[in-house]
């Protein structure tokens, strides 16, 4: 079977002496493994103000605490996402508001985002889903309008682009994850990126407990609660070694994704998804509309391929029964879609195999 997902390791002569010489140099915690780690981050990304996280559900948490969401406020959000979007917006009391999404996308549309927003409205979460990248220009325009502060889940959507810049250089907030089955992972991690330096460093202080690292134990003194967010040095160990392939890993999900895109806009029963102007998806998965789609998950899988949804829907969850209202376009789109293998495991003639198998029908 070509999976949906697998994750990525670097070959083992390069990353284990790297992982044995951390293991037992005696400072396993965040240290300089993690500095170095992050410097790597912010050159690739181009934005000085990122953070490494034990994971990105950590950087969701702590970005809402910097948008000022407290107990009682609302913050618009998708349903269409993996569960930590939406879980760290309850971790801060607030109430969860879907939005609706794009019918052709499944992203959140501004429109209807545009009619959720009440004056308890605190923060719009934006998903990047599969790597496919928000309406920005209109998103943008919403938030400077209205001031209401965007953050970008962006765990699907490293090296997806809006605007020629890498995603974590636009909205204030921006998170990605480097969980085990993102474009690259660290076992489990994950990056903030913010925009200024008192942001950051608030953020610094919120991943350890509230302290502040820079001055010692016995001198400091904590003003806000903070958490145990920080990542470690094994994790950056790997990280470190890991984005050595990132280039080439985020280059085969595009390669792959633009193929689909080309080989798969005029086939029978498919419906490419349109993406925004100025935006650049980074294919973490492969997504496409469908006709009768569980005969079609079933015919991909007898031909040897995994082609189908990845996550429920987050407004079937009873934590938010509070939030439920009618999604037309979610109804639509969920029904419909279906997730290709895309990644750096499909090669070319896996992605042959893949077009052939969809072109003879279902
Ligand atoms: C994976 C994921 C996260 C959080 O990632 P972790 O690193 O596992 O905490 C957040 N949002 C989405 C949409 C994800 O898929």
């Known amino acids: 079977m070509i999976p949906l ?58 970005a809402l605490l910097l948008a000022g969401v407290k107990p009682g406020d609302e913050v618009i959000s998708t349903a269409m996402t993996a569960e ?15 939005g609706d ?20 409205t605190k923060a719009i979460m934006l998903v990047h889903y599969a790597g496919m990248v928000c309406d920005m220009a209109a998103f943008n325009q919403l938030s400077a309008e ?14 997806s682009k809006f605007a020629g810049k890498y995603i974590g250089n636009n909205s ?70 890991q984005m050595n392939h990132l280039n080439e ?3 085969t999900h595009k390669k792959n994704g633009n193929f689909f895109d080309k080989q798969l806009c005029n086939v029978p029963g498919v419906t490419t998804v349109p993406y ?26 007898d031909r040897g391929i995994v082609a189908s949804p990845l996550h429920l829907r987050s407004d079937r969850h009873d934590i938010f029964a509070n939030a439920k209202r009618e999604l037309a376009g979610l109804d639509y789109f969920y029904s419909r879609f279906v997730h290709l293998p895309c990644g750096w495991w499909v090669g070319d003639e896996e992605r042959e195999k893949i077009v052939d198998s969809i072109k003879k029908g279902w």
């Not at 990304?45 to 702590?62: C, E, K, Q, R, V």
């Not at 052709?104 to 545009?114: A, I, K």
């Not at 209205?146 to 090296?159: K, M, Q, S």
């Open 5 to 62: 997902v697998k994750p990525f390791m670097a070959p083992p002569e390069e990353l284990m002496p790297a992982l044995q010489q951390i293991l037992y140099s005696g400072y396993i915690a965040e240290g300089e493994a993690v500095y170095s780690f992050e410097n790597k981050i912010r050159d690739y990304f181009g934005n000085p103000y990122m953070l490494a996280l034990h994971s990105g559900t950590d950087g969701l948490h702590i």
């Open 84 to 98: 930590p979007t939406n879980t760290a917006i309850a971790m801060t009391g607030a109430k969860v508001v879907w």
């Open 101 to 120: 999404v794009d019918t052709r996308t499944g992203l959140l549309s501004p429109e209807d985002v545009r009619k959720q927003i009440t004056d308890k």
């Open 146 to 159: 209205t001031g209401i502060p965007i953050i970008e889940d962006a765990a699907h959507a490293l090296g």
């Open 172 to 241: 204030p907030y921006t998170i990605f994850s480097l969980q085990a089955i993102k474009h690259m992972t660290t076992v489990d991690g994950g990056i903030l990126a913010v925009k200024n330096e008192s942001d950051f460093e608030r953020a610094r202080r919120l991943r350890w407990f509230g302290l502040d690292k820079k001055s010692s134990r016995l001198t400091n003194n904590i003003k806000e609660v903070g958490f145990k967010y920080a990542m470690n040095n094994v994790n950056a160990t790997i990280g470190i070694v």
């Open 249 to 251: 890993i985020i280059a």
């Open 276 to 301: 925004y102007p100025e935006t650049e998806p980074s294919y973490w998965l492969y997504t496409c509309l469908v006709e009768q789609r569980d005969n079609f998950i079933a015919a991909m899988a």
